[in-house]
T-cell receptor
């Protein structure tokens, strides 16, 4: 079963709010990813966790704060976002971490609107 | 030059047609290659990995030409359900990082 789940499916938040996006996989994958996707554009990588440690931050603003509580869970904490941060936020996972190359499996995403 | 380039389409084909997409990539050090499909407002779904020897999965055939740095996807006997955006994906300098093309849109009409 190649299933990655994400909650919530939709989120509307004001610029002063704090919210969190959640991602979960039970496939034993050791790498997890956050992507941002704007309409009619391909996904853009934000963060990579490998073996529960943050290995890559693609110069993402600090108003986005990732967290990996355990090997199955990945959170993205949001604070003081801007309207231009409105997008589809996708979580993905892959079997191995480190420099291994594996297929990435995506969750259904959270559609975020910042008002 | 974009790292991964695809014809945006749309490719508008009748059911039963054969359609081919090409994709070129700029980084000769890329090691892994994939095709994903993405339906409107949905997540990308892995369609197939692309191997040096080429691979086939039912109606779908993928080919890799490392010398010319392009990847192809052939869809035979197109179905209405094949209508989607097809994303060509390669690994970048860091193998964990996927570089996505902008996608090729396919519309299959009855």
């Amino acid at each position: 079963d190649t299933e990655v789940t994400q909650t919530p499916k939709h989120l509307v938040m004001g610029m002063t709010n704090k919210k969190s996006l959640k991602c979960e996989q039970h496939m034993g994958h050791r790498a997890m990813y956050w992507y941002k996707q704007k309409a009619k554009k391909p996904p853009e990588l934000m963060f990579v966790y490998s073996y529960e440690k943050l290995s890559i931050n693609e110069s993402v603003p600090s108003r986005f704060s990732p967290e990996c509580p355990n090997s199955s869970l990945l959170n993205l904490h949001l604070h003081a976002l801007q309207p231009e941060d409105s997008a589809l936020y996708l979580c993905a996972s892959s079997l191995r971490g480190g420099n291994n190359v594996d297929e990435q499996y995506f969750g259904p995403g959270t559609r975020l609107t910042v008002t | 030059r974009k790292e991964v380039e695809q014809d945006p389409g749309p490719f508008n084909v009748p059911e039963g047609a054969t359609v081919a997409f090409n994709c070129t990539y700029s980084n000769s050090a890329s090691q892994s290659f994939f095709w994903y499909r993405q339906d409107c407002r949905k997540e990308p779904k892995l369609l197939m990995s692309v191997y040096s020897s080429g691979n086939e999965d039912g109606r779908f055939t993928a080919q890799l030409n490392r010398a010319s740095q392009y990847i192809s996807l052939l869809i035979r006997d197109s179905k209405l359900s094949d209508s989607a955006t097809y994303l060509c994906v390669v690994t970048g300098d860091s193998s964990y990082k996927l570089i996505f093309g902008s996608g090729t849109r396919l519309l299959v009409r009855p």
